[in-house]
C-alpha cells in the first residue's frame, strides 16, 4: 500500500491498493494520484473527504485499464465506490457510480 498526502490544501491523503490479482506489478502511481485530483477536484476532495483509496485493476502492458475508488467522507461514516475506466494515456473514458462492491 502506498500513501500520498499533501496533495492539496486540506491534507486528504490518497492511497494506492495493491492490485489483488498481480502484486508484481507496480502501477504509475502519481499518474493515478493526478488523475484522481484533476477528476474529482482537489477543492472537493478537500471538502467532502477524509480519505480516498484506489485500487488499480485490469492490467495491459502494466498500465491499469480500471481504477476502483473508495471515497470516505469527511462527515459521516459512509463511503462511495466508482469504477473509472482509464485508457492508456490516462483520461478517464468511462465511469460507474456509487458500484457494490
Do not use: W
Not at 489483488?20 to 467532502?48: C, M, W
Not at 473509472?84 to 465511469?95: C, K, N, R, S
Amino acid at each position: 500500500m502506498l500513501a500520498y498526502y499533501g496533495l492539496n490544501e486540506a491534507q486528504v491523503p490518497i492511497v494506492i491498493l495493491k492490485d489483488h490479482f498481480d502484486g508484481q506489478t507496480n502501477p504509475p502511481s502519481d499518474r493515478i494520484v493526478q488523475l484522481i485530483t484533476d477528476h474529482y477536484g482537489s477543492e472537493s476532495i478537500a471538502k467532502n473527504y477524509l480519505k480516498i483509496k484506489v485500487r488499480p485493476d485490469c492490467f495491459k502492458n502494466g498500465l491499469p485499464q480500471e481504477l476502483i475508488v473508495y471515497r470516505l467522507f469527511r462527515d459521516k461514516y459512509y463511503y462511495e465506490a466508482d469504477r473509472l475506466i482509464v485508457d492508456e494515456t490516462f483520461a478517464v473514458i468511462g465511469e460507474e457510480k456509487n458500484i457494490r462492491i
